[in-house]
Each structure stands twice: as structure tokens, then as C-alpha cells.
């Protein structure tokens, strides 16, 4: 049985319309189930707990990233599967799931291909895909970036180029697994599970460290950065490592960002749990038959 | 911290040490490592491993493939072949299934060459 979880405030409350066509799709695919609206944040964490208690074998979080991290913090140690469809300001997280857009997340439910992704825990918070600190949780803090369109992001570049000159690198201390220690000047860094970069490889944490690059790489990584909303530290990265856990110190200390969202300051532990969420994904991330 | 050419991407690594940074420990990978950083610890990769000019590793390393552009300080075992580039430096052994040692670059230590088996055979069937 299909359980939607909808955030009616998704995509800024603009959804009405699109709520009723996605309703009318998932009837012709014969997997309409249920729907319930969340009426704030925290709530869908909530919801997807009593869901689980309810017996439900699939949940569908019908918004943007913020909407699937509180699904996927209420399902405790649940097989249930996850489902996405994207309705919210920032969907990177479908996008890294394979999914582009509602017509197609609808047609990915119907055909319910599975991939396990393990869940990572920074402190007491679980996330699935990208941690970031240093240069990018700073823009975020010092830079508005939710005007789109080609003016507004010109400004926002030539804003972000002006930040970046004045920003600091961090003095930075990672320890890998108890067994490793990293020392840096650190201009940026993201962690995130190697299974998202490749849906066949274990589930890993990938640490990805950027030293300050030069004048025409910053301006590529900023304007990816602008347009896409995703960190382009993996491409542009200095350094990477593999590992279970990870501390992280830094000098100064600094804030960390989960999923575009602020959630704790260094020193901070971060380590892949053994919790398993199963997503339904498009065909070709899937590695499970659901 | 890294020059511009320096830089080296990571697409295509498994472990990846860059310019300016220091790690302390042992590392292990199922694929390749390359190392343009200071590292203190041994290196041991099912892949092939490679330090960069700007490696500075004193450690055992052990690979695939292992080419040293950079300075080691410790014994290499490539299961194939082994590389010292003209800005390499080694002290230590090597032992590997060949051997390229370019001009202009520094080996202090023995060397040691496993035989490939056709080599190996021939030889035999030469003393019998």
C-alpha cells in the first residue's frame, strides 16, 4: 500500500494544480494509495513513523529535499521502501536518485526498481547525501542565492567571487576510521555516500577536500554552484578519501550545512550507521528487485 | 597550498592525497591511490599507485602498478610494474615484474624482479 506524504508548502505553495495531475497520473497507474498532508515542519517525520507503525510498505515523500530528510528520519530501522516525487524549491535529491520530474518519479513508482543507500548520521541528525563545510556554507550564509534567471545570477557571482576573496581557508584536522590523520588548509569540503556517485559501489563515505583554486576555477565552481544548487566539489576536488567515520576539527570553528540546510559546528563526528533506506529509483541506479 | 597546475582531479581514484595536505596512517584501497601530498604510513591498493611530484611518503608502498614522481622513503612491491620518473626519488627495495628507472632519477636500495612465467618456464626448460 502507497502512502503519500505531501508538504503542501513545497515549491512555495504554488502545487494546487500539480497535486491534482499527479493524482490523476498515479489513478492510471493503478498505484494511487493514500495521501496525507503535513501542516509544518517536523511533522512529516512524525507522519512517516506512524506510517511505519501502520503496517504501509511504501512511503512517497511528494515534495523537495527538506520533505524526504524528515521521511527518511522517521522510518527508523523500517524495510519499508521510500518513494520521491519533486515538487519542492530544491529536488537534488531525486535528481541524484534519477529522478527529473513529477511525470516520470510517477512512472518510477509504478515500476518500483529498488536501491539500498545507507544513512549517514551527523550527531543526532540522519541524512542521505551531502554534508558540505567552509567555502559553500559560508556563500549560503553571506550570499541570497533564491533569485534565478540570468541577471540575478550574474549579480550573484560577481557577489560570491567578491566573498570568496576575503574568505579564510580553515585550519583543518580530519581523523579517517580512528587510523588516519588528515591535516589541511581547507577552502572546502563535502562528504556524501559513494553509492550515490555509483549505484553499484558499497555504501562509503566519500570525503572530497578542496584547497582555494585559482581565479577561472572559482568562477566555474561558484556559477555551478549558482545554476545547479549542487556542489561541484567532487569534479573539482584536491583530495578524496574513503572511510566509515569521520571527526572533524577545525580552526576557527565552523558551521556545517546537511542537504542545504545548517545542522550542527565543528567538532562534529559523522559515520555511515547501518541503517539501509530502500529507494525506488529509476531503472538505471536500481540494484534491488523490489 | 597547490599551484594551479598541480591540482590534480580525483575522477578515476579511489584515494587521492593532494598537494598540501598531510595524513598520517596506513591506507588501504580496492582501487588506485595517488598521492601529491605528504603522507607517513604505507600504502597498500589492489589498484595501481602514484605519487605525484609533489609526494612526499615515507612508508611501504604496495600496487598494482606503482610510479614514484615524487620522493619515497621505503620499500616498493608492484605486482607489475614500477616506475621511478625523472623526478623520482626511492630509498628502499623494489621488488616488481619490471623495472623502469628513468634518467635523471634517484634509486638508493636493490632491486628485486619476479619472472614472468613464460620467462620463467623457458629458463627452466634452458637447464634442464
Given at each position: 500500500m502507497y502512502y503519500y506524504i505531501v508538504?503542501?508548502?513545497?515549491?512555495?505553495?504554488?502545487n494546487k494544480d500539480l497535486l491534482d495531475k499527479i493524482r490523476l497520473k498515479l489513478d492510471e497507474l493503478g498505484i494511487r494509495g493514500e495521501w496525507a498532508k503535513s501542516?509544518?515542519?517536523?511533522e512529516v517525520t512524525k507522519m512517516a513513523a506512524q506510517a511505519v507503525t501502520s503496517g504501509h510498505t511504501t512511503i512517497v515523500a511528494v515534495g523537495g529535499d527538506d520533505t524526504l530528510n524528515e521521511v527518511i528520519n522517521g522510518?527508523?530501522?523500517?524495510?519499508v521502501a521510500v518513494g520521491v516525487i519533486p515538487t519542492g524549491t530544491v529536488n537534488r535529491l531525486a535528481g541524484q536518485l534519477g529522478i527529473t520530474d513529477w511525470q516520470q518519479a510517477c512512472e518510477v513508482l509504478a515500476a518500483r526498481r529498488l536501491t539500498s543507500y545507507g544513512l549517514i548520521a551527523a550527531g543526532q541528525n540522519f541524512f542521505l547525501s551531502t554534508l558540505t563545510m567552509g567555502f559553500e556554507t559560508d556563500l549560503d550564509k553571506n550570499v541570497d542565492t533564491s533569485e534565478s534567471g540570468l541577471g540575478a545570477r550574474t549579480r550573484q557571482l560577481l557577489q560570491s567571487l567578491g566573498h570568496a576573496r576575503h574568505f579564510t581557508t580553515l585550519q583543518a584536522k580530519l581523523t579517517l576510521d580512528d587510523s588516519i590523520t588528515v591535516t589541511c588548509d581547507l577552502f572546502s569540503l563535502s562528504i556524501g555516500n559513494q553509492k550515490f556517485l555509483n549505484p553499484l559501489a558499497d555504501n562509503k563515505l566519500v570525503v572530497s577536500l578542496s584547497d582555494r583554486p585559482g581565479t577561472r576555477q572559482l568562477g566555474s565552481y561558484i556559477w555551478q554552484l549558482l545554476r545547479?544548487?549542487?556542489?561541484?566539489l567532487e569534479e573539482t576536488a584536491t583530495s578524496r578519501f574513503l572511510a566509515d567515520r569521520i571527526v572533524i576539527e577545525t580552526n576557527p570553528a565552523t558551521g556545517i550545512m546537511v542537504d542545504g540546510k545548517v545542522a550542527g559546528r565543528t567538532p562534529i563526528a559523522i559515520r555511515l550507521t547501518d541503517r539501509r533506506v530502500r529507494f525506488i529509483t529509476e531503472k538505471a541506479t536500481s540494484t534491488l528487485r523490489g | 597550498m597547490a599551484r594551479r597546475d598541480d591540482v590534480l582531479g580525483v575522477?578515476?581514484?579511489?584515494t587521492v592525497i593532494g598537494t598540501g595536505v598531510t595524513a598520517i596512517g596506513n591506507i588501504t584501497s580496492e582501487g588506485d591511490i595517488t598521492i601529491d601530498g605528504t603522507l607517513t604510513g604505507d600504502v597498500k591498493a589492489n589498484g595501481n599507485v602514484t605519487l605525484g611530484v609533489n609526494a612526499v611518503v615515507t612508508g611501504k608502498i604496495s600496487g598494482r602498478n606503482v610510479t614514484v614522481a615524487g620522493a619515497l622513503e621505503g620499500n616498493v612491491t608492484a605486482v607489475g610494474e614500477a616506475v621511478i620518473g625523472e623526478t623520482g626519488r626511492v630509498v628502499g627495495d623494489i621488488s616488481a615484474n619490471s623495472l623502469d628507472i628513468t634518467s635523471g632519477a634517484v634509486f638508493l636500495g636493490r632491486s628485486h624482479m619476479e619472472l614472468p612465467p613464460r620467462l620463467r618456464s623457458e629458463l627452466e626448460e634452458d637447464h634442464a
Open positions: 508538504n503542501p508548502a513545497a515549491g512555495h505553495g504554488h501542516t509544518g515542519p517536523g522510518l527508523g530501522n523500517s524495510a545547479q544548487g549542487t556542489s561541484p | 575522477t578515476g581514484a579511489d
